[in-house]
C-alpha cells in the first residue's frame, strides 16, 4: 500500500505533477500556437510570428523537457 512507504508516495507525487506540468504546457502550446495562426492569417505578422515562437518554447518543454525526459522514464522504471 502506498500510505505505508512515505517515500514512494512522495515520488508519485512528484510524478503527478510533473505529468500535469507537462500537459498544461503542451496543451497551453496548441493554443498560442493556433493563437498565432489566427494573427498571422490576419495579417499581424510580428504578433503571430512572437505567439509561434512562444508556442513552440511551450511545446518544446511541455512534450520533450518535461513528458518525455523526466515522465517517460520514470514511467518506465515503476514497469
Known amino acids: 500500500m502506498a500510505s505505508s512507504n512515505p517515500e514512494l508516495l512522495a515520488e508519485l507525487i512528484v510524478l503527478l505533477l510533473y505529468a500535469l506540468v507537462a500537459t498544461a504546457l503542451t496543451a ?21 510570428v512572437w505567439l509561434a515562437a512562444i ?8 512534450v520533450y523537457g518535461i513528458g518525455y525526459q523526466k515522465v517517460l522514464p520514470e514511467l518506465l522504471a515503476r514497469r
Not at 497551453?28 to 503571430?48: F, K, N, P, R
Not at 508556442?55 to 511541455?62: K, N, P, Q, S, T
Open 28 to 48: 497551453a502550446g496548441v493554443v498560442v500556437e493556433y493563437t498565432s495562426v489566427q494573427y498571422l492569417t490576419a495579417g499581424e505578422a510580428a504578433v503571430g
Open 55 to 62: 508556442g513552440a518554447v511551450m511545446l518544446y518543454a511541455g
